[in-house]
């Protein structure tokens, strides 16, 4: 199939944040990338770097030779879905699709048996690391076919820090893992975050950026997260500038709800999960029930809306 | 010691919202009671109900024959400390200071010895109910003295609902079981708010009015604060003039604070203090964290700060 | 359609606990009730209070004059759907099928709008109030057409308690009040054992059914929930004949991945299901985890399985 | 007061694995330190690799030149107050006492000011990076004299990995950090396990020596934890011959005390350390209280206890 690995060429399909760092991290490795993204523009930046740019998914299937592998860097559902429905088409027997984005991994699963009734092979690829480690080594948990991991593997090798990827078993394993991963860094922000907040409202004058270093260096909490609080709090000292709305992208959700159907504990997911819901509102219903009951039987006064 | 209870005269001190109720539940019942409150007013308008008014505690226990009963319900900590202080030194051996507030149940042990030392008698009384329960049939939880509650109990059995009172034991459990009832219903009240919070979420349009009814007959959930909630919802249907704010008094607190000493399990009564203290904020500071981490890691965007 | 609603004639389909309560309900309350369950003894039993039993689902629809009104009272999921997938076919135009269990909302919403496509009524309704509910006065939130509603109002009205019956609104709305419902309940009875699980661990030496009886007159906790864990208590003063194991039929978990879908807060619910997961496991890989890394980083020394 | 920092002679007090621990890594750095523990054993075995052994605490004191340092490394409360307490009368005007241990940061204020009182300094410094790290590299939190830190900080700068030393402000600080700290810790650690919890019920086959390995390279959630839950898998694949047993040693407590006097939000760390106490009992009275509710309202059979 592929012999010479240590040279590809393969497609990128989606240039956004992520896709586009992987690209420049394969150019980086002496690798062929021929580029596609619905804004022509992202194929063109890439083009003066280096990469192949294609401005119709036809062209950027056709400038490869089969076995092709093509990279889906694309949000996940719908998008991905759309993607690969305009994709399959153009596809031949033996060529690889890597889904290297955050989907569901039931439809991981589903998606690699419909490719496989078609001949091809499908990769479901869980990444992290952000967009920096997308650039310079990032972290992998790939499901598949054994053989195909094989073939990829030296590419995987190239992408990632040192021991950073991990095969993990058949199709859906690797966005099973992304996803806990993801239900686990939910867990251990909120951690974080709310031990700033008992730091903020005490009567001790703490420096957290000083604060946040030390606990990177040499603490049991020593972490990538503590690092990037540092960094965060060396650019804001306080966050003043920043509201505390925490939006999420639908990973830490799958999590809470896999665990639902297992009935595994994940309580403290769950609650970092609604800790982030609850930062959407600026009131809530249940508040104002809460204040009407304690109105209702001890005539504790409420508070009136603005409006 | 007393013999005719039937018809008791006893004295009330703190004369609010609770107090003032209970009073007025006395004089129903046929009692004279004398009454005083830092603020004259209070007394004066329960003397038009009937109640010998006092503007002096001196005046309040002189006007009592011993051994005398003494009712405290002020505000639990500084105030009742300080009623407390004044008051012993105006009593006789004997006499029986009931402390129907929300204090904490150590305070109240340690009041009980204090007491005890002085040849006085302290019972401690959590008082549930509401402001209704008071005036017209309440709750009573009653530690102290077995002898002492036992001539107590027909002053209990006036002011209670049938069933309505339990002594249960030794100083301080009294207030115990207040608190815990404190903590029980933080919990109920966040549980049916949080049922109202789906529903408001959700694509139906429900009556609430008609919802607290419907749950409050004949359902499993059937109770007085779904009662209370079907009250609040028809003076109001969507609670548009309150403000979800959640403010607490201080039993959730110590009964989250009690669970954690005797390591008992009692997540939902501590989640659901902790959404109260949410609530009490617009923008929380875990929430700049966990936004500002979004960002440096994945490029997420952040919402700026109004200002 | 429905003109002598005083004296219906209705299918009553499933009669186990709640089924059979109902049919009772209704034959108190002079109707017609001709009954089949899966189980032919079930239907006899009911024979000899008066109901026409049917040994054959043709046999039941057989015996109602159209327009027919067939209540099913079976567990939700393949069980409902594979009676409604036989009853189907045997029905006529502007028959009303009533789903009184505990169905999901979504599924009542694709079932109605089946039914809808064939010219038959599909009505959701959630029950509540127990098997002693269903018996002597239940509690009902309903979903689906306004008309059919209005036909069946009667039937609603002699089974319900007073006021004890809802129209919410169109299809799904009733069954989803229900989930919402369980919800609140899942809630509530966690509040209320979290209460017992401090006082267990307390100093004091209470009686628990004492205690519920008191919660239960006059106290802003009193429900009937609280009436119930006094009768438990009644007759095992410290439940000592039974384990904690908290088993769970569904609505709690849909109630929290709606929450979920809506983004809606619901940490109490959420943890009181959580907190039943966890009650199903002697021991768990987190605690595994946890004990493993405070050995690894501080050399805290583990608990060794026993074999 | 302290000019030759380069070269300091200090006395360790309390030679556990923490203590014994730092007097290694503070001879590998060419300082002399006098040694004591209440078990005469532990300093004789660290006068073998250099140390200075006493016998008594007063052979301790007597030890050192003026003005001294005594690094205190004992169990927080009572074993620290009773150190203290005999080592008081022994020392002279300008000693610094350093409580290296897990002391509430409110004992620290109080004892600062009562040394402060005797013309004597002390110094809370909260110590993380486990055995491991008081051996090669810690990370410490310092509150107290900023004067005092001054003199103390190449003493710092030797026991700690680069960065790994925090002068925080006034006395309790320190203490306040750790504390905190630890309440992180609890998070992460929960967030971790309850990760694995969910691979481990999941139709996937992982290895989570491999998974915790992947995920300590490259990913968001790469942290010490991470690494040494990879370690515990190494040692023990399935965690089999380790019982789920989380015992907490009072910081994760008190953070949770802590965020409640101050009403802040930390709903995951109290959860985390609630699941702790869970899994401290095979069952639980409010798992008995719900499923005797369960079997009130709606027949649900109960699990019986085993004798």
Redo the contacts between chains.
Sequence with gaps: MLKEMNHVKLGMIGLG?MGANLVLNLLNHGHEVAVYDANPEAAKQLAERGAAPAFQLEELVRSLETPRILWLMVPAGDATEQVLESLLPLLSPDDIVIDGGNSHYKDSMKRAARLRERGLHFMDVGT??????ARH?????IGGDAECFKLLEPLFRDL???????Y???S??GH??KM??N????????????????????E????YE??A??????????????E??Q???SK?PK?????????S?GEG?W??????D???????????????????E???????????????????A?????E
């Design positions: 944040k992290s690391g952000g967009t920096s480690g080594g990032a972290c992998f948990m990632a820090v040192p021991d950073g990827y991990y993990a078993g058949k859906g394993s099973f893992l806990v991963h239900g686990i860094e939910y867990g251990m922000m909120q951690a974080i975050a709310e031990g700033f907040e008992v730091l903020e409202k005490s001790f004058d703490f420096d000083k604060t270093k030390v606990w990177s260096n040499g603490s049991v909490i020593r972490s990538w997260l503590m990037l609080t960094s965060a709090f804001d966050l003043e500038s920043i509201r505390g709305v925490m939006h992208s959700k999590t809470v709800e896999t665990a639902l297992l009935k595994a504990n994940a309580p403290v997911i769950a609650l970092s999960l609604m800790m982030r819901y609850r930062s959407l600026e009131d809530t219903f249940h508040g104002k029930v809460v204040a009407a009951l304690r109105n209702e039987f001890g005539g504790h409420v508070e009136r809306s603005k």
